[in-house]
C-alpha cells in the first residue's frame, strides 16, 4: 500500500513571496504519478501539477513547480509570487496510474497574507 | 476539460433514512469513477471504486451494505447511504478519469451530507 504524508499542517507566507510545501510517500512501484491539488473554500478539487515518476525533470505550470526527489521519496510544491487566491488546502497525492484512484496526503492549509 | 457533476450538492436528513447522491460526467464516458469521504478538515479518503457494468470494489473498512454503488451508465454513479447516521455526516467526493485517456481525473464539486 502506498502512504503519503504532509509534515506541514499549516503554512503562511506574504503576498509576492515563495512558500514550499514538503510532501514524501512510500511505494514500491517503480512508475507512478504524483499530484498536487488545491482545494479552496468552495472545496472543489482542483489539479495544481502532475509529475510523472519515469520523467527526471521537474514539471512546471506558471508560478507552480516542483522539486521531485524520487530516491529520497520526496515531491515537494513551490510556488512563486504568492497571491491571495492560492489561499487554499493543498493535498500531495500519489496514483499508479494517471486515471487510477488516488491516495492522498493529510493537506496543508496555506495562507496567504497581504 | 471535462466536466463532472454531483447532485445534491448538499442535503440534510434524519438519522434512519436513506440518501442518493449522483455523480454525472456530462462530456465524456466514464466505465470507471471513484467516491471519496472528506471529514471536516481531513483529507480525501477513497471509499470505493464504481465500475460500469460491474460490482463496485470497496476499500477496507467500508461497509458495502450501507454504502451501495451503483454504476448505471458510461456516464452516471449513483451513491446510496443507507439508514443514514450522524457519524455519516460528511462530504462525498465523486472523480473520473475520461475513458481511453491517460491524463488525469476530473473531481465533483462534492456533496455535504449533514445527518441529524
Known amino acids: 500500500a502506498q502512504t503519503v504524508t504532509q509534515s506541514q499542517p499549516e503554512m503562511s507566507v506574504q503576498e509576492a513571496e515563495t512558500v514550499t510545501l514538503s510532501c514524501t510517500y512510500d511505494?514500491?512501484?517503480?512508475?507512478?504519478?504524483l499530484f498536487w491539488y488545491k482545494q479552496p473554500p468552495s472545496r472543489q478539487m482542483i489539479l495544481v501539477i502532475r509529475?510523472?515518476?519515469?520523467?527526471?525533470q521537474n514539471a512546471t505550470e506558471n508560478r507552480f513547480s516542483v522539486n521531485f526527489q524520487k530516491a529520497a521519496k520526496s515531491f515537494s510544491l513551490k510556488i512563486s509570487d504568492s497571491q491571495l487566491g492560492d489561499t487554499a488546502m493543498y493535498f500531495c497525492a500519489f496514483s499508479r496510474n494517471a486515471g487510477n484512484m488516488l491516495t492522498f496526503g493529510g493537506g496543508t492549509r496555506l495562507m496567504v497574507k497581504p | 476539460g471535462a466536466v463532472v457533476s454531483q447532485h445534491p450538492s448538499w442535503v440534510i436528513c434524519k438519522s434512519g433514512t436513506s440518501v442518493k447522491i449522483e455523480c454525472r460526467s456530462l462530456d465524456f464516458q466514464a466505465t470507471t469513477m471513484f467516491w471519496y469521504r472528506q471529514f471536516p478538515k481531513q483529507s480525501l479518503m477513497l471509499m470505493a471504486t464504481?465500475?460500469?457494468?460491474?460490482?463496485?470494489?470497496?476499500e477496507q473498512g467500508v461497509e458495502k451494505d450501507k454504502f451501495l454503488i451503483n454504476h448505471a451508465s458510461l456516464t452516471l454513479s449513483t451513491l446510496t447511504v443507507t439508514s443514514a447516521h450522524p457519524e455519516d455526516s460528511s462530504f462525498y467526493i465523486c472523480?473520473?478519469?475520461?475513458?481511453?485517456?491517460?491524463?488525469?481525473?476530473?473531481f465533483g464539486p462534492g456533496t455535504r451530507l449533514t445527518v441529524l
Open positions: 509529475q510523472e515518476a519515469y520523467k527526471q
Open positions: 464504481s465500475n460500469e457494468g460491474s460490482k463496485a470494489t470497496y
Open positions: 511505494t514500491s512501484e517503480s512508475n507512478y504519478y
Open positions: 472523480s473520473a478519469p475520461a475513458s481511453g485517456r491517460t491524463d488525469t481525473q476530473y
